[in-house]
């Protein structure tokens, strides 16, 4: 049995700024007492194959560290064709004895996060049904090693939808198995010598040395304050659950699917919504002056959790930004989720926005429309492309019925693509905390104001018109995306009857086009708008709205 695959996560609660808790999600789960499900067919939303162990044939994954070198019996009749390494979306490492170098793989493999390791393997047709022992050979930088152990019977071809039919291995965090500079070698290998005599020689190793694994080495972490809604209108009165169970199901997801050692992620207190809920991007606007005054860093997202009974407005579930990389951009790092009756029902849909928030944009699938799909989508019709896992879970995602998170189809899962994407964003967000100052890094001692940031004016306007308008701080976005327009807008700031400033804006959309930002840049001299009666903003139609500065929210910083 495997005793040991993967250890539990590890939790720590601190105190916050107007914050009740602090968890922080760096490892997986204890893979023991597992069955097993074909293929994940007809699976709900989010299921996939278990990864099963029971009755597998196997002697469980030891290892060797310190003893003395194990007895050599190449297997015969059995070639390796893929070593696959997958800490939520396959990346293979090793193909037919050969290793395959950093730039030929199609994804990055992150450090201090559990990992699968799987032997893909084919038989000859002469091929005796028998037992047979894969060795996973790691060497650390330390100049140590270890050995890990597989024995199970092998009578066909291995299978990718169940761990029962393949060799695996599993690499604890917790272990430091999952490090920098690393390296690894597979083996397959007789339990004696000439048993599988009158087969022929296959590819009994990979690669043919030891060689680099391939662990980044940069930190990736991804850090979110999930912000809960008290409900409080006519007959309405109702306050999201933010249970354990749903507070797990969520992060446990969220942290799965995202290429990062860890995901630290705080629960804000509730705060009241006192109006009827039409459009979830009202919260947006509010949620983002709530972030600026709560002096949160550029690389923090701020996610609001709205009890919804059935989990939608208007036929939508859930809302988001699609901000650039930009450290000023900060503001746009909010989306919003609506949490049903049961919280853990909205796991994925809160995977989907912050996918947004990390600059994903849809994907195609053939039974559900979204807006604006990337067409570098690499894989038809919105599907996986390639077997993913999940390192919590210890599901499998089959890559031919599971579909991109970022798709509107079910059953749904990371695919590379995304995986590929959100790792490029996340690594640039968290260099921020590691940089010096002086080299692109956060003061942490300035806090926000330890990067060159401006004062920013802007509006929330939804398609039914309401608008809410708030100061903040940042920069206007560094890249133009598929939500922005290419038509000039402009607002007027208005003292005394006469024009105090003329100031070019910029506009950005949500994901589902439902509500528009207007962005402007704000001199230093008029960034508490002081001396300002009223605003007015000129749409592409050269049209005037008018906005009283008493409906400007100005940030508390």
Same mark, same amino acid.
């Given at each position: 049995?495997?005793?040991?695959?993967?250890?539990?996560?590890?939790?720590?609660?601190?105190?916050?700024?107007?914050?009740?808790?602090?968890?922080?999600?760096?490892?997986?789960?204890?893979?023991?007492?597992?069955?097993?499900?074909?293929?994940?067919?007809?699976?709900?939303?989010?299921?996939?194959?278990?990864?099963?162990?029971?009755?597998?044939?196997?002697?469980?994954?030891?290892?060797?560290?310190?003893?003395?070198?194990?007895?050599?019996?190449?297997?015969?009749?059995?070639?390796?064709?893929?070593?696959?390494?997958?800490?939520?979306?396959?990346?293979?490492?090793?193909?037919?004895?050969?290793?395959?170098?950093?730039?030929?793989?199609?994804?990055?493999?992150?450090?201090?996060?559990?990992?699968?390791?799987?032997?893909?393997?084919?038989?000859?047709?002469?091929?005796?049904?028998?037992?047979?022992?894969?060795?996973?050979?790691?060497?650390?930088?330390?100049?140590?090693?270890?050995?890990?152990?597989?024995?199970?019977?092998?009578?066909?071809?291995?299978?990718?939808?169940?761990?029962?039919?393949?060799?695996?291995?599993?690499?604890?965090?917790?272990?430091?198995? !999952?490090?920098? #500079?690393?390296?690894?070698? =597979?083996?397959?290998?007789?339990?004696?010598? $000439?048993? @599988?005599? *009158? &087969?022929?020689?296959?590819?009994?190793?990979?690669?043919?040395?030891?060689?680099?694994?391939?662990?980044?080495?940069?930190?990736?972490?991804?850090?979110?304050?999930?912000?809960?809604?008290?409900?409080?209108?006519?007959?309405?009165?109702?306050?999201?659950?933010?249970?354990?169970?749903?507070?797990?199901?969520?992060?446990?997801?969220?942290?799965?699917?995202?290429?990062?050692?860890?995901?630290?992620?705080?629960?804000?207190?509730?705060?009241?919504?006192?109006?009827?809920?039409?459009?979830?991007?009202?919260?947006?606007?509010?949620?983002?002056?709530?972030?600026?005054?709560?002096?949160?860093?550029?690389?923090?997202?701020?996610?609001?959790?709205?009890? !919804?009974?059935? #989990?939608?407005?208007?036929? =939508?579930?859930?809302?988001?930004?699609?901000? $650039?990389? @930009?450290? *000023? &951009?900060?503001?746009?790092?909010?989306?919003?989720?609506?949490?049903?009756?049961?919280?853990?029902?909205?796991?994925?849909?809160?995977?989907?926005?912050?996918?947004?928030?990390?600059?994903?944009?849809?994907?195609?699938?053939?039974?559900?429309?979204?807006?604006?799909?990337?067409?570098?989508?690499?894989?038809?019709?919105?599907?996986?492309?390639?077997?993913?896992?999940?390192?919590?879970?210890?599901?499998?995602?089959?890559?031919?019925?599971?579909?991109?998170?970022?798709?509107?189809?079910?059953?749904?899962?990371?695919?590379?693509?995304?995986?590929?994407?959100?790792?490029?964003?996340?690594?640039?967000?968290?260099?921020?905390?590691?940089?010096?100052?002086?080299?692109? #890094?956060?003061?942490?001692?300035?806090?926000?104001?330890?990067?060159?940031?401006?004062?920013?004016?802007?509006?929330?306007?939804?398609?039914?018109?309401?608008?809410?308008?708030?100061?903040?701080?940042?920069?206007?976005?560094?890249?133009?995306?598929?939500?922005?327009?290419?038509?000039?807008?402009?607002?007027?700031?208005?003292?005394?009857?006469?024009?105090?400033?003329?100031?070019?804006?910029?506009?950005?959309?949500?994901?589902?086009?439902?509500?528009?930002?207007?962005?402007?840049?704000?001199?230093?001299?008029?960034?508490?708008?002081?001396?300002?009666?009223?605003?007015?903003?000129?749409?592409?139609?050269?049209?005037?709205?008018?906005?009283?500065?008493?409906?400007?929210?100005?940030?508390?910083?």
């Amino acid at each position: 049995m495997f005793d040991l695959m993967f250890l539990p996560k590890l939790t720590r609660v601190v105190p916050g700024f107007a914050l009740a808790s602090l968890a922080l999600y760096g490892c997986g789960s204890d893979i023991t007492d597992l069955t097993i499900d074909d293929a994940g067919m007809g699976a709900s939303e989010g299921d996939g194959d278990e990864a099963a162990t029971e009755d597998a044939g196997t002697e469980g994954t030891e290892g060797t560290e310190g003893t003395e070198p194990l007895e050599q019996y190449p297997a015969t009749g059995i070639s390796i064709t893929q070593v696959e390494a997958n800490q939520g979306t396959a990346i293979f490492v090793g193909e037919e004895g050969e290793w395959i170098p950093a730039q030929e793989r199609f994804g990055p493999l992150v450090k201090n996060r559990n990992t699968l390791i799987r032997v893909h393997y084919e038989l000859d047709p002469s091929f005796v049904p028998r037992e047979i022992e894969a060795r996973l050979i790691l060497g650390f930088p330390d100049g140590t090693g270890k050995t890990l152990r597989q024995v199970r019977e092998v009578s066909s071809a291995s299978a990718p939808n169940t761990l029962d039919e393949i060799f695996f291995f599993g690499l604890v965090a917790e272990s430091n198995e !999952v490090v920098p #500079g690393m390296t690894y070698k =597979v083996e397959l290998h007789e339990l004696a010598a $000439g048993a @599988g005599g *009158g &087969e022929p020689e296959g590819i009994w190793q990979t690669p043919r040395e030891p060689d680099a694994l391939g662990i980044q080495p940069e930190p990736v972490e991804l850090k979110i304050v999930f912000v809960p809604y008290h409900h409080l209108y006519d007959n309405i009165d109702r306050t999201t659950d933010t249970s354990d169970a749903t507070m797990t199901a969520i992060t446990d997801y969220l942290y799965e699917q995202n290429p990062v050692e860890q995901v630290d992620w705080e629960l804000h207190e509730p705060v009241l919504f006192e109006l009827p809920m039409n459009n979830l991007g009202q919260l947006l606007g509010p949620l983002a002056a709530l972030r600026d005054n709560e002096l949160a860093f550029p690389n923090v997202y701020y996610h609001a959790l709205f009890p !919804v009974p059935n #989990g939608g407005v208007a036929g =939508v579930a859930g809302i988001a930004s699609v901000p $650039g990389p @930009g450290k *000023g &951009e900060g503001d746009s790092r909010v989306s919003a989720t609506a949490v049903p009756n049961n919280g853990a029902n909205a796991r994925g849909t809160v995977v989907h926005e912050v996918g947004h928030n990390e600059g994903l944009n849809h994907v195609y699938c053939p039974f559900a429309n979204a807006a604006s799909p990337d067409p570098s989508y690499p894989y038809e019709n919105g599907l996986l492309g390639t077997w993913g896992f999940g390192i919590v879970s210890l599901q499998l995602y089959s890559p031919d019925n599971h579909y991109d998170y970022m798709s509107y189809c079910g059953p749904s899962w990371v695919s590379r693509w995304s995986w590929n994407k959100t790792f490029s964003r996340a690594r640039t967000l968290t260099s921020w905390d590691y940089e010096d100052a002086d080299n692109g #890094g956060l003061d942490l001692a300035l806090g926000p104001a330890g990067y060159a940031e401006k004062d920013l004016l802007t509006a929330s306007i939804s398609n039914d018109g309401t608008e809410f308008w708030w100061t903040s701080h940042g920069t206007l976005p560094t890249n133009a995306d598929p939500y922005g327009d290419d038509y000039d807008h402009y607002v007027e700031l208005r003292g005394d009857g006469e024009v105090l400033a003329l100031l070019p804006s910029v506009v950005r959309y949500t994901n589902d086009y439902s509500t528009a930002w207007l962005i402007t840049e704000l001199p230093p001299e008029l960034a508490k708008l002081d001396g300002v009666d009223e605003i007015v903003r000129v749409d592409d139609d050269s049209e005037p709205h008018i906005i009283p500065r008493a409906q400007v929210q100005l940030s508390r910083r």
